[in-house]
DNA sequence: CATGAATGAGTTTTCATTCAT
DNA sequence: AATGAATGAAAACTCATTCAT
């Protein structure tokens, strides 16, 4: 049977070594997806191996041949999640606005990614659970802060000259507060719901939520200029 | 030993009705506290029913005695670690404070109340990656919702008709501010720890953030009164 | 509380002994009771001492307290359902009748027990299945046979004598031809339902069968007598 | 061992993928025979997964990745179980026999069936305690039917046309009959033999019942041909 | 690069039975 | 006669991982 292959249709039957790389590439990049929805529905113990391999063109052997483990499997998957973010704050443009006004837009650059988003979201929640306990290995780690707090560190440099922001709140501070408002309204959403019966996501009341992170910040940053 | 019992009842190793319910109530109370901590720092997969048991004076038998399942005790953790704080917001009172130093009060009980609960904050993240699916089918579900927004309702209420809060709104959505700050602080230490090299819960800055949940939600409430 | 009981109400609350030891005899029958359903519903192995003692008034140590083990409550159940049929036959009345129809009478007589019982033919098989371990140690034993062959051998012998039924059958050959007939009707019908799509208790159908079992019997009695 | 690999195919160590799928089959095959007598000796409940592992190559691993579960173990035990009667019956070939002749044959295929098949009887016994549960989720029990009817159906046509044979019992009526006889033969034989201390499996008695099983249905179909 | 079969160690759950009063 | 609590042993089932080709 193997030598069969071998004789007929040479040139479809034998795979080049670009060939191989790109299915191989490819491989790895469907392995990544479906362990990425597996990982964030139902976390690190709750994922199955046999049920990622059943939901891809491969195996199970490729997620050992290809990432170690579960758990470098799962490494790979929040690595990933964690770079798609990073390279959308890298591209933020905001030079051209007023401090204000550029801050409103990284708030909402930050909303609009984690709406759309919402398996980074899971997935954040769920390395929290571990306690970052893979985060702090990774080797693409030192990379992952940087964008954000620049942007950011810009800005608020560029309001402190104009005298608009407050003084005693830095980058880091910033952040905390618009990443805790957009990550609560995904990551929380179903106990809230669950709760106080109000969906998060409601459609209807999506623009006043994005309204009202950056209005939070703002008011924040501007209230009381001068006197602290 | 039969004939020691037909003795009398005035004996050390006689336990009375009362005594064994006591007993039953301790081993109970002994098996949900050590579950606590098990589920929130594990995951409700990643717990273990073996561990609960070893770590207790009983058996794993008792377990599914008390609670029928793994999940059966998963949900009574999960309902005793929200009426922790359902009850402390019950009891606060704040009808002498102005509206404003009332709001601060209640957001600062929340900091409080999340810094000192940890596995609180834990157990609710564990819980949305579930989708809220236990939390939904409690029994103790109705009751959860009504302190908090009762308390924040009245305040707002107070706030708005002595001209100082914004009208557009309401109770739910300064809760959610709230909690998402509160909750933030905790449940995403690990990742933003690892990530920016910050501590949020470094006692240094303790003040510092307590200060600003207040802060954030009054001068947000208290921006362009009027005009929206 | 002991002790205030005996003060308050004597006549009420002081049981004499003759009522304790009908609620004794009540409990027992209670206890059988419950138990003729589990047991047929379920089979030995399957059958839930748990469930038994939540279908009773009382509790489940009072299995043990009367009848010892599972298996002892078991095999109560077994001598009572047989006890039911063979009081039956003790009773019928065929001296009256010809041998051809009082062989049909008891036939019908079967007949119609099985169907009224079908715990008892369920009991029968789950026994079987258990190759009869326990109905082999019962005391009540001896005494089942006596009834049904008595009655069987006085008609035959009155048939054999009027030179109506061939003399190559034996009691037992025609019990086991009711028996098997009747029996199989009510045992195998959910097998013979499931594969032939018919169901064997359909009322519309009964009289036919009731006919059939009588028919069978005689055709097979009568056949060519004098040549065997 | 990678480099052996690459040698050749001849070894006797290295195993094609032909030969370990025949392992697979002979793995599932043991795993099924011995599974049967476990169900069989012992009812769906009674059985232990532990207990048929124990008695095979394989470990309770294999029954779990071949069958899924102990359920899924007995319902494939089932349907191999009545497949062989199928089978038997197919091969059945009365054309060229006279309806009488035709008729006992077939009684006679059933009664030798069942009684060299002793574990099928059980089963059908085990399958009715539970209600056909599991057959009638059955994919093989659509083709169940067919045989035995087909041929049954065919002989009483045949006996109907040469005025041989009663026309109000149709095929179900007649493998009723043969079934219940035969079926109570095997199944029954331990209480009847606990109550009336007879052994229906006596060979000193086989040739007994043998002719009997015909009589009985031949005697019952050619009574008063043309009365009913 | 790929694959079906296999597995050991663990994990949840069940069940008849007994204890202490 | 009665009862709620307790239990050890065993049962079904699961899971990440590796083997052999």
């Not at 479809?12 to 191989?20: F, I, S, T």
């Amino acid at each position: 049977m193997t030598e069969e292959a071998g004789v007929a249709e040479e040139g479809v039957a034998e795979e080049g070594v670009a060939e191989r790389r790109r299915d191989a590439a490819r491989t790895r990049a469907d392995l990544l997806a479906v362990a990425t929805t597996e990982f964030a529905d139902h976390g690190f113990s709750g994922a199955r191996v046999d049920e990622i391999a059943a939901r891809t063109r491969t195996t199970k052997r490729m997620i050992y041949y290809y990432f170690g483990s579960k758990r470098g499997l799962y490494l790979a998957v929040l690595e990933h999640a964690y770079a798609g973010i990073r390279v959308l704050e890298a591209q933020l443009e905001v030079e051209h606005l007023d401090p204000a006004r550029a801050m409103r837009a990284l708030a909402e650059l930050t909303f609009d990614h984690h709406e759309s988003h919402p398996d980074f979201v899971r997935l954040v929640a769920i390395e929290n659970i571990h306690r970052a306990e893979h985060l702090r290995t990774s080797e693409a780690l030192p990379g992952l802060a940087a964008p954000a707090v620049d942007v950011l560190g810009g800005i608020l440099e560029r309001g402190h000259a104009a005298g608009l922001f407050r003084a005693d709140v830095d980058a880091l501070d910033v952040h905390m507060v618009i990443s805790a408002f957009c990550i609560f309204r995904l990551a929380n959403r179903h106990t809230f719901q669950a709760v106080f019966d109000r969906d998060l996501l409601d459609p209807g009341r999506r623009a006043h939520y994005r309204r009202m992170v950056g209005d939070l910040v703002l008011e924040y940053l501007t209230a009381h200029v001068g006197r602290a």
